[in-house]
């Protein structure tokens, strides 16, 4: 997969192929990374790509023509691209779409700073993502959320090819709790079932410790999921345990 990002400091997003699973995807030929700064199409002797807003107001936007031509330029060196704007005006970005964008074969993220982008750029832009309801200095820091978490999912990157379809989100629930050496610590001891090798004992407190968290934690989460018999049975008795005083961590 082939990732560019559009940018005015090349050098921060670079960071994120150095270390983890990036760099690894990187390493092993899953992912290619590069960066173009928007400045060397400024067309000016100050490397300047941004102007006051018409209308009035404070800030300034990031011009047309040095954007398209970055685009261009983009789209000539990677090959066929999915062009995403990262906006605080955009979609949430999940990890439905994190698998989305990674099964595609090129990415051009553009990293908005100021007050934004010209909208006559628009037509060229195939989506606009924002990780978050809060503000940002630029887009820097999201496309570098975007490219790690793609990275992990491309194949052959991660060690175990089951790691990606466990974790938080990949089924649409939190992840359930974790446990490792020893099997007692500070007196409190890793839950029996974990350690009774009854692999379908194992799997069925694990999707109800991933239910149960998603209940708690993110009971959002489970408005925009269709739950299987299975799935709700094991709510059902989440539910009533709480009702009646138990965890249910001793099954």
Not at 11 to 16: A, G, I, K, S
Not at 54 to 78: D, R
Not at 220 to 230: G, H, P, Q, V
Request: charge should be negative; glycine fraction near 10%.
């Amino acid at each position: 997969m082939k990732i560019e990002v559009l940018t005015l400091f090349p050098e921060l997003v670079e960071q994120v192929a150095k270390f983890g699973m990036p760099r690894v995807a990187v390493e092993r030929g899953a992912m290619q990374l590069s960066t173009r700064q928007l400045r060397d199409y400024s067309g000016n002797r100050w490397r300047r790509v941004d102007e006051r807003t018409f209308g009035g107001g404070p800030g300034m936007v990031i011009q047309a023509e040095p954007l398209t031509q970055a685009i261009e330029a983009a789209k000539a060196s990677i090959g066929p691209a999915k062009v995403v704007s990262l906006s605080p005006q955009g979609e949430r970005f999940d990890q439905r779409w994190a698998e989305r964008l990674s099964a595609e074969p090129g990415l051009i993220l553009i990293c908005g700073r100021y007050e934004g982008i010209d909208e006559r750029v628009a037509p060229q832009i195939d989506l606009e993502l924002s990780v978050g309801d809060f503000v940002l200095s630029g887009g820097e820091l999201p496309a570098m959320v975007i490219v790690d978490s793609i990275a992990r999912l491309l194949p052959g990157v991660l060690g175990h090819e089951a790691s990606a379809a466990s974790d938080s989100f990949s089924n649409g629930l939190l992840d359930h709790p974790h446990y490792s050496r020893p099997e007692v610590w500070r007196g409190e001891a890793v839950p029996e079932v974990l350690m009774s090798g009854d692999h379908a004992a194992i799997r069925r407190w694990r999707l109800k410790q991933g239910l149960e968290r998603t209940l708690l934690r993110r009971p959002d989460l489970l408005n925009e999921l269709k739950l299987d018999a299975e799935q709700l049975k094991l709510l059902r008795e989440i539910v009533n345990e709480q009702l009646h005083g138990q965890d249910g961590r001793s099954e």
